[in-house]
């Protein structure tokens, strides 16, 4: 069972000011698991929680032209969720699937909307939380046009060492923009 003060750390990581107002979030949280291949998020549903990863891997993914791309990994002591399903409350165009299992917290949105309208420190800590996600995305964005394949997965590799391994190679290239066939050239390279 996953610690609820996982979730304060990774919260005063973002406000340090969070602490004040844990006993206000904590009631919030939602311990969920889902097992190897479930759906945090499906593709054409509205997403009405952000999701905290204790332990485990997700991967962001959409379909484009009848294959599917990987956008995005969260691992343990990350927040994730389908971000303009969340805020606009309006069907998702992304999937979130658990890749190991995973264990967590979700925050759902009726209750984060509630506490907003009540408490602008809390406020506060929820516009962090989405300042976070949004540097995420322009990171992964600046990372395709500014990195060859290769050094985008030396820097997963580097962020996330035991986990990469647990991430099945055709995600991995896909996250990678590039082949399975690529990768393992690149991770032969390697050796």
């Known amino acids: 069972m996953p610690d609820t003060i996982l979730v304060k750390q990774a919260l005063l990581q973002l406000d340090k000011h969070a602490g004040d107002n844990w006993h206000l979030f904590e009631p919030l949280l939602e311990e969920v ?4 291949g479930s759906f945090l998020v499906n593709s054409g549903r509205t997403c009405t929680a952000i999701y905290f990863i204790a ?6 993914y959409t379909v484009h032209q009848d294959k599917e791309v990987c956008l995005d990994f969260a691992f343990s002591g990350q927040f994730t969720t389908a971000y303009a399903s969340y805020i606009s409350q309006t069907p998702s165009a ?3 699937q658990a890749i190991t299992p995973v264990n967590g917290f979700a925050f759902h949105y009726a209750d984060l909307q509630e506490l907003y309208n ?3 420190a809390i406020e506060r800590t929820g516009r962090l ?3 976070y996600q949004y540097l995420r995305k322009y990171q992964r964005e600046l990372s395709l046009l500014q990195y060859t394949a290769k050094e985008r997965y030396l820097h997963l590799l580097e962020q996330q060492p035991q986990m990469i391994q647990q991430i099945p190679v055709k995600y991995l290239a896909s996250y990678l923009g590039i082949e399975p066939e690529s990768l393992s050239r690149i991770r032969k390279g390697l050796t």
């Open 94 to 96: 992304v999937s979130i």
């Open 118 to 120: 009540h408490h602008h």
């Open 129 to 131: 939380l989405a300042e």
């Open 55 to 60: 332990s485990g891997i997700v991967r962001v």
């Open 33 to 36: 698991s889902f097992s190897n």
